[in-house]
């Protein structure tokens, strides 16, 4: 069992930036690809960004690419999301996301372990 904690959500001013970080309570941690999806009000759940077990590898959303930057770091059993060049459109809760599949899995249904989630507001 993995369980899994967002912080750093909040508001934010179009055009800002703002980092996420999630935190597992596992050691087993490195065993997992990690993702960060989001879910807008009225939406469905969207694939965000993805990074490999070592961290060597990341896969992007085309809605996020060159915007946003995901990394981990297995010593702290911590991923993050830093997000720039935010835009209203991003506006959404975040959730962490463990599984045990390969890196370029988008799929809701592929993840084995979630977060709570966390609000990003981006106003205008």
């Known amino acids: 069992q993995v369980q899994l904690v967002e912080s750093g959500g909040g508001l934010v001013q179009a055009g800002g930036s703002m980092r996420l970080s999630c935190t597992a309570s596992a050691r087993t941690f490195s065993r997992y690809t990690m993702a960060w999806f989001r879910q807008a009000p009225g939406k469905e759940g969207e694939f965000v960004a993805a990074?490999?077990?070592?961290?060597?590898?990341?896969y992007y959303g085309d809605s996020v690419k060159g915007r946003f930057t995901i990394s981990r770091d297995n010593d702290k059993n911590t991923m993050y999301l830093q997000m720039s060049s935010l835009k209203p459109e991003d506006t959404a809760v975040y959730y962490c996301a463990a599984r045990d599949r390969p890196l370029s899995s988008t799929r809701v249904n592929d993840v084995d372990y979630w977060g709570q989630g966390t609000q990003v507001t981006v106003f205008s």
């Open positions: 990074i490999s077990r070592n961290g060597g590898s990341t």
